[in-house]
Every structure is written in C-alpha cells, then in structure tokens.
DNA sequence: GTCTATAGTACGATAGAC
DNA sequence: GTCTATCGTACTATAGAC
C-alpha cells in the first residue's frame, strides 16, 4: 500500500465533510476523519491546525480574490471595496451552491464553527483596511468602508445559501447593494 | 476559613485577567486560575462555559445595553441603530479605560479570544437585527444597518484602547460617526 | 466531586521523491 | 545526498459525562 497517495488534505476535506453530515461535528473525532482519508491523526494535524480548519478555504487565497480585484487607485473607499466584491462571485458559482449550503448547515449547527468564520472574515476586513489605508485614505474611514463591505459580503451569501434561494450570486449582491443604497 | 466567600465568579475573572498579564494566556491553566480565587476547577467550569468566557461581559446584559436604547420607532434604521449606540458609551467610561485596555492586549495577542469577541459582536448585531425587522424593516436592510452600527462600535472602541488615546468614548464615537457620514 | 475522552503539542523516526 | 510527507508515541489541558 502506497505510503504517498497526494492529495491528502483534500481528501481529509471531503471526509470531514461527508462525516460531519451523518455523524454531526461533534460526533466526529480527528481519528476517524483521518481513518476515513486513509492517513493518520497525525498527519491531520500536519494539513491543518486544528480540527475546524479543515471546513474552511485557505486565507491567503480567499482574501486574494477580494484584494486582486481591488482598483488601482479610487477617491472612494466605498466604491473601491464594492468592486473588491465583484471579484468575490467567482468563488460562488451555480456548481457550489450544493456543497456551500451542507457546508453552512454544519457552521450553523455549531458556534465554535461559526466563531472561526467570523474570524476568517474580520482577517478579510483587516486586509482590506490596510490596502485601502496604503492608499492614503485615513484609518477610520478605510476600517468602516472594509466592514462595510464585508457586511455586504456576508449578507449576500448567507441570501445566497438560503433554503430556496435560485438567484445567481451577482443577482443577490446587485440586491443587496440597492439595499445599501437605500438605507444611506 | 469561610467556605462560601461569595462573587466567585469576579473573584474569578480578577484572578483571571491577574495571570494572563504575568503568565500569558496559554500559559494559564483553568486549575490556576480557581486556586488564585480560591475554588476548584469544577467551580470555574460552574460559572463560565469555557476558559475563554472569563474574558468576557455577559451577553444579556452587554446586548440589552444597546436594545434599550433602541428608540421605539423609527423610519431609518441605521438612524435607530446610531441610537443604541449611544447607551453602549455607559458601559465604556474613564475608569474602565484601564481595565478595557489590559483584557485588550490579552485579546490582541491570542487568535481564540478573538473569536470569541467577533462572536459575541455577531450576536449582538443578530439581535438588533431582529429588532428591526420586528419593527417592520425588510431584512436586508435590518442586517445591513445592524452590522454598520457593530462596525461604528468596533472602530470607536478599538480607538478608545488604544495606547496613548486620551478622548472620552463619546468624543470618538463623534468622530467615527462623522467619518461615515464623510463616506456615504 | 471524580473520571475520562479528545483536541492539540512536542519530539522523533521513517520513507518516498528528486 | 536533500527535501518533504508520513507515521509513532507520549503527554497536557480542556471540557463534558457520570
């Protein structure tokens, strides 16, 4: 038997995933995730940090997708983090809805879950406060346009996971938007 | 030697916030922790849910701070959150200053904890988001002017703690307040 | 109040890829 | 040879069960 298959963090992904549906999150234990994988707990541990992480995408790409889309330069803060968004719907397409919505069911289910999203998210919002504040805009303004933006984030795709839903992404962001332009 | 001193739950948290300053956080145990306030480990876990928890303001009270302020009716919610915001400076006055900047760089310095804060934050804008949509407001619009007014509550207190910040907590929440206006 | 399961850490050893 | 992914085991503290 091979000692080296590859892809073993995906692998552990999946099991985790499928594990975490029938037996719960909490009735699932790192062993028999990696037993399900065909690793050991050890090497679990070496893929990610802790047992959580494996549901999540990886920081440093996600907060990519948000920052590559960022305009050059932008008078407007606001605006500048609303074109971030744009970049954010090709993460979200028809094809992941279904894993999205059994990947939110378990985060609902869950409140340490839920804890290590909203840090995934504030680590988004401080990444976009510093490049905004690079460009110059002050630190107040730049931190309330980031959290701004990432509540239209998460407003959109909390919609867009919703039992029901069809609208596409974009849809519900340009929905979201109007709502935002309405309040204001 | 009494056996029942009473407040074992802030002999606790005094105990708590005393280590972590000397020893880290990771670097105190739960058992430490209940011998510095004289009980058992079994006692800790009576009184908080977990380790990170004896960090923190009870969520009824912390949330209810802002509910009642909430004015009874209003056509612009985020005019209505704004509102709420302004019972929440009682909570933050000079003679906590102190207080609330130790337990920040206990924070500041542990990934957990905050977690655990951003949750915290969360369900408080859960909260007045359901507020507003009982008050009629569709709830796009409750969920967005929800977390624009946890997003002017984060930025002014992160700028009350922080070091050599000598402006009262309404003063800065002035500020932040007059920067979103500046945004929109 | 006692007991125990499990997450997570530390250090070390091994084996395949190049 | 080097590099990197895997595995072994012993250990502590949290947190929940009894």
Redesign the interface.
Known sequence: MARWQGGAAERLKEAALGLFQTQGYDGTTVAEIAAAAGVTERTFFRHFTDKREVLFFDQQSFEGTFLNALPASSAD??AAVIAGLGGAAALFGEERRGWSRARQAIIAAN?GL???E??KL?LLAVSLTRELAGRGI?P??A???A??GV??F??TF??WVAEGETRSFPEIQD??LE??R???
């Open positions: 803060p606001i409140p839920q804890e290590r909203l840090l504030s002050d107040i303004s931190a309330l346009a959290e701004t509540a239209v998460r407003t909390t919609t929905e979201v709502r935002l309405a309040l204001l």
